[in-house]
C-alpha cells in the first residue's frame, strides 16, 4: 500500500511538469505568432501608407494644375497654371494632399498618413528659355487647326518661297537710317552750292581757269547754261513731295476719316521688363521652341492690328510687338515708316527693272541737271527722282493697305497707279484705293516685318500683350508666374501599431517615413 501511494505521487508530479512545460511552450508558440502577425501587420500597413502618400502625392500635383487660368485659355488657347505666391501654392498643395472630412477624424483608420513636407521643384514658366517655352506652347495651340496650309499659303503668296523678296525686305525692312528726306537734303546742299557759285560770278570759273579746263577767251563767249521749264517742273514736283513728307508720315498715310489710338501701353510687371537672367533660365522643358513660322501666325490671329477690329485697349497689339513703344500712336508711326521704307525698296525695284520707267526717270534727271555735264550729279539725280517717284507711289500703296485695300508686294508697271508727270498728286490724297486680288493686305505686310524681328523679342512682347489682356479677367495674372511644369516632392508617412516593440528590438522610431515624387506638364499632348 505504501509503494502504490509513492508511485501515485510520483506520477502526479510528473504531469504537472508536463502541463508547465506545455504552457511554456505555448506561450511562446503564441507570443512568437502574435508578433510575427504584429509585423506583417506593421508592413502591410506602412505598404499601404506608401500607397496612398503616393496617390495622394500624384492627385495633388495634378489638383494643382487643374487650376489654370480658364481666362488664358479662353482669350489665347494656352495652358498654364499662375502661381500669385509661394505661400498660396504650398497651402493649396498641403489642402490637396490632407482633405478634410466633415465628421470623420480617422479613428480606426489604420492606413493614416502625415505629412512632414511638400516642395515644388524643376517648375518651367511660360518666361523662360528666352521666351522658348512659350514660342512652344503657341506653335502647338496653331497645330490643332489648319496651321500647316496657312503657312504654306503665306509663304507662297509673300513671295518667301525662292527667297527674292524675302531678301529685298531683309536688307531694307530695318535700314532706320535711309529717309528719303536725307536723299532730299542732299539735293538741298547741292542747290544751295550751285546758287552761290552763281552769286560769286566768275569764282567758279576762274578756279577752273586755273586748272587748264576752260581758258579766259572761250568763258566770254559760252552761253549761260540754263535748266529748262520741264527741267524745273519736275523739281518742283519733288519740293512738294518733300515738303509733305517733311510734315510727317502718320499724317500723310493715314486715309480720312481713320482715326489713331492714343492709349498707353499698360507699364510695370510685364514680361518684357524682367531681368536678363530670369528670361534666360534654362529649364529641362519637354516642349521646345516651336515652330517660328507657326509662333508669328499665331500672334497675326490672336492679336490686333489697325485693320482689325478688336475692343482691345490698347488697340495696335501687332504693332506693339514690332515697334516696342510705349503708346498706340508711336508704335503705329513706327511701323509706319518702316512700311513705308519696305514699300520704297520694292517700288524702286519695279522702277529699276521696268525699261519705259527707267527712261523717263532718265530723261527726267537730264532735264534737270544735265546741262551741268556731269555724269556723277546726272546718276545722283536718276536716283533721287527714282526715289521720288517711288515713294509717291509708296504712299498711295499704305493708304490703300490701312483702307482694307490690297497691294502686290513687287509691282508690276500694269499695276502702277502714278504717272511720273504726276507724282506729287498723292499729296492731295486723290489716288483711290488699290485692292488687287493677287495682292498682300496691310496685315500680310505685317507678317514680313515679323518674320525679320527676333524670336526672342516677339516672345516677351507677345507675353506683354496676353498679360494685359488677360488681367482683366483674371486679376494678378502673369506670365512670368505661369507654371506649365512642375515636380512635387511629398515626404510623410505613419507610425507603426507597436511602436514600443520596434524599438526595442531594432531600435527604430516606430515611424515608417516615405519620399514620393510626381510630376505633371501642360506642355505635352
Given amino acids: 500500500m505504501k509503494e502504490r501511494a509513492l508511485s501515485s505521487a510520483f506520477m502526479k508530479r510528473d504531469a504537472d511538469g508536463f502541463r508547465g512545460v506545455i504552457t511554456v511552450w505555448m506561450a511562446l508558440t503564441l507570443s512568437l505568432f502574435l508578433a510575427v502577425t504584429g509585423v506583417l501587420l506593421d508592413f502591410a500597413r506602412a505598404q499601404c501608407v506608401s500607397y496612398r502618400l503616393m496617390a495622394a502625392t500624384v492627385s495633388a500635383c495634378e489638383s494643382v494644375f487643374a487650376g489654370y487660368s480658364k481666362a488664358l485659355l479662353g482669350r489665347y488657347h494656352l495652358l498654364g497654371r499662375n502661381i500669385e505666391s509661394e505661400e498660396m501654392l504650398e497651402e493649396e498643395t498641403l489642402q490637396y494632399l490632407k482633405p478634410e472630412r466633415s465628421g470623420h477624424k480617422n479613428y480606426g483608420d489604420l492606413t493614416a498618413f502625415s505629412i512632414v513636407s511638400a516642395d515644388w521643384s524643376d517648375r518651367v514658366y511660360m518666361t523662360d528659355e528666352n521666351g522658348a517655352v512659350f514660342r512652344g506652347m503657341a506653335s502647338r495651340a496653331m497645330l490643332d487647326g489648319a496651321g500647316k496650309v496657312l503657312v504654306s499659303s503665306w509663304k507662297e503668296r509673300l513671295g518667301l518661297q525662292d527667297g527674292e523678296a524675302a531678301k529685298a525686305a531683309e536688307e531694307n525692312a530695318h535700314r532706320d537710317s535711309f529717309r528719303v528726306s536725307d536723299v532730299l537734303k542732299d539735293y538741298d546742299s547741292l542747290m544751295e552750292t550751285e546758287e552761290e557759285a552763281e552769286q560769286t560770278g566768275g569764282a567758279g570759273s576762274g578756279a577752273a581757269a586755273e586748272d587748264g579746263e576752260v581758258d579766259a577767251g572761250s568763258r566770254e563767249d559760252a552761253p549761260a547754261a540754263e535748266i529748262s521749264d520741264q527741267g524745273l517742273k519736275i523739281l518742283e514736283r519733288l519740293e512738294n513731295l518733300k515738303r509733305a513728307l517733311s510734315r510727317g508720315l502718320a499724317g500723310l498715310l493715314v486715309p480720312e476719316g481713320k482715326t489713331i489710338s492714343a492709349a498707353s501701353v499698360p507699364s510695370g510687371g510685364l514680361p518684357s521688363a524682367l531681368p536678363s537672367g530670369v528670361k534666360g533660365r534654362h529649364v529641362r522643358s519637354s516642349g521646345g521652341s516651336g515652330n517660328p513660322i507657326l509662333f508669328r501666325e499665331y500672334l497675326m490671329r490672336n492679336m490686333s492690328c489697325f485693320t482689325t477690329e478688336s475692343s482691345s485697349f490698347p488697340a495696335y497689339e501687332i504693332e506693339y510687338l514690332i515697334a516696342g513703344k510705349k503708346s498706340d500712336d508711336r508704335n503705329l508711326k513706327a511701323v509706319l515708316t518702316r512700311l513705308f521704307l519696305m514699300r520704297v525698296s520694292c517700288n524702286t525695284m519695279t522702277i529699276m527693272k521696268t525699261p519705259s520707267m527707267r527712261t523717263a526717270v532718265g530723261e527726267a534727271a537730264l532735264l534737270c541737271v ?156
Fill in 370 to 525: 544735265g546741262w551741268i555735264g556731269n555724269p556723277t550729279l546726272t546718276a545722283g539725280m536718276t536716283g533721287l527722282l527714282a526715289a521720288a517717284w517711288a515713294s509717291a507711289e509708296s504712299v498711295a500703296d499704305i493708304r490703300s493697305l490701312l483702307a482694307d485695300g490690297r497691294i502686290p508686294l513687287i509691282k508690276t508697271a500694269d499695276k502702277w497707279r502714278l504717272g511720273f508727270a504726276g507724282f506729287d498728286s498723292v499729296v492731295s490724297g486723290s489716288a483711290g484705293v488699290q485692292d488687287e486680288s493677287d495682292g498682300l493686305s496691310y496685315g500680310d505686310h505685317l507678317r514680313i516685318l515679323l518674320y525679320f524681328a527676333s524670336d526672342t523679342v516677339l516672345s516677351y512682347r507677345g507675353m506683354d500683350v496676353i498679360d494685359w489682356n488677360v488681367r482683366k479677367l483674371h486679376a494678378g495674372f502673369s506670365c512670368s508666374k505661369c507654371m506649365v511644369e512642375g515636380r512635387l516632392t511629398v515626404n510623410g508617412g505613419g507610425r507603426f501599431l507597436f511602436p514600443h516593440m520596434y524599438r526595442r528590438m531594432a531600435g527604430s522610431s516606430g515611424y515608417a517615413g516615405f519620399t514620393k515624387h510626381a510630376s505633371f506638364s501642360l506642355l505635352k499632348d
